[in-house]
């Protein structure tokens, strides 16, 4: 029996595009739909590509007809904490009055299933260090707020419909396609992985944010999840739903977490570079430990990462990365 169509709004992004691959290489046919203003369409290297904008509700309601999409996935919003903080309505603009268009698109064609791309921003500043999804929300930024709203609507639709959701909460998202195929452009982004490897392609200065944090090597610790653990995750969250499961929230990250001076130990090894490394003072906002407790993820989900090294993460990171300075 063939499989059905999901639309991937954001699909030409970061995490989108190798989301795309996994699922239609697991039999799925695709449409990405992306607006192309933080994407590149040559991320896209499987399915089928219309370029759009979320906030075009009868766009979306016409290719749902057309394709006769059956599920949503929805990475598509901006991402950027320093941005959101600077410029909030354009944040609660395109993540939340953009999530309410696809939507209201979902809801008029009869869309059950709809996967959101949520983020350990909604916690906030935890009280403990391991978080679970049963932690206080309380986000600290417009990014994190953002999120959360569409948790919340989410939420509520699913208690008047049919539409049933599944909210990812990703911790940093991490790695690239391990067979190369999709090469992203890291610049500008502000994950200390990506940041630490373009220093050493720019040959710059990457900075450490507190030394004398009481962690055991005094910097801060924090979760990352390579991008196939999550595509693996998102397949599993899709399934659960085709097959009539109930809505969900979950938490994806690997649990033990990485120190930034191990990071930056790790991409040295990787790459055969020396850092230049400048330690400065604490950020205001930063935890000393931050990581994801995924244990509903692995038993309700059944997801099992298994790309948890940071040898793997940096090394597909800076693999697609290379590449992508040489050409
Ligand atoms: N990268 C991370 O570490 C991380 C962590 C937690 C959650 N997330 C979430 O995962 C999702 C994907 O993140 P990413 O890192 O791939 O970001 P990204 O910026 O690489 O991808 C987002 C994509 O969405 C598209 N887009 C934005 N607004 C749009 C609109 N109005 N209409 C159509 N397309 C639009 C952009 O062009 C881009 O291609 C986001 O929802 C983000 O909040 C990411």
């Known amino acids: 029996m063939s499989k059905p169509t ?6 030409a992004g970061y995490i989108g595009s190798y989301v795309n691959k996994f699922i239609a290489d697991k039999g799925y046919p695709t449409i990405v739909f992306d607006n192309l203003e933080r994407g590149d369409p040559k991320t896209v290297v499987r399915g089928e590509f219309i370029k759009g904008d979320i906030r075009d509700t009868s766009k979306i309601k016409e290719i ?9 996935l929805h990475f598509a919003a901006y991402i950027d904490v320093g941005e959101s903080v600077a410029h909030p309505i354009k944040y609660y603009e395109n993540n939340v009055a953009g999530t309410i268009s696809l939507l209201k698109a979902a809801l008029a064609t009869n869309i059950k299933s709809f996967i959101f791309s949520s983020t350990a921003a909604v916690y906030g500043i935890p009280s403990a260090p391991l978080v679970s999804e049963n932690f206080p929300l309380q ?5 994190g707020e953002s999120k959360l ?5 989410l939420k509520d639709i699913s208690n008047s419909s049919d539409l049933k959701y599944i909210a990812l909460r990703y911790f940093n998202a991490a790695g690239a396609d391990p067979d190369g195929e999709i090469i992203v452009s890291q610049k500008g982004r502000h994950n ?16 450490i944010y507190g030394t004398d944090y009481d962690t055991p090597d005094g910097t801060c610790i924090r979760d990352y999840i390579h991008l196939h653990d999550l595509a693996t995750a998102h397949l599993l969250a899709l399934e659960k739903l085709l097959q009539g499961g109930s809505s969900s929230i ?13 990071v930056l130990k790790k991409a040295e090894e990787v790459t055969g570079e020396k850092l230049r490394i400048r330690p400065t003072g604490r950020r205001a906002g930063d935890p000393p430990f931050l990581a994801a407790d995924s244990k509903k993820a692995k038993s309700e989900l059944g997801w099992n990462p298994i790309y948890g090294s940071l040898e793997k993460i940096i090394s597909d990171s800076w693999k697609t990365m290379n590449s992508l300075s040489v050409n």
């Open 149 to 153: 709203m569409v948790e919340k609507i």
């Open 64 to 72: 749902i007809e057309k394709h006769k999409v059956q599920a949503i």
């Open 250 to 262: 979950y938490n994806l990250g690997n649990g033990s977490g990485f120190s930034v001076k191990e």
């Open 192 to 207: 200390l992985i990506p940041k630490t490897l373009l220093s050493i392609l720019e040959k710059s200065e990457i900075c």
């Open 139 to 143: 986000p600290i930024n417009p990014y």
């Open 6 to 11: 999901i639309l991937i709004t954001g699909g």
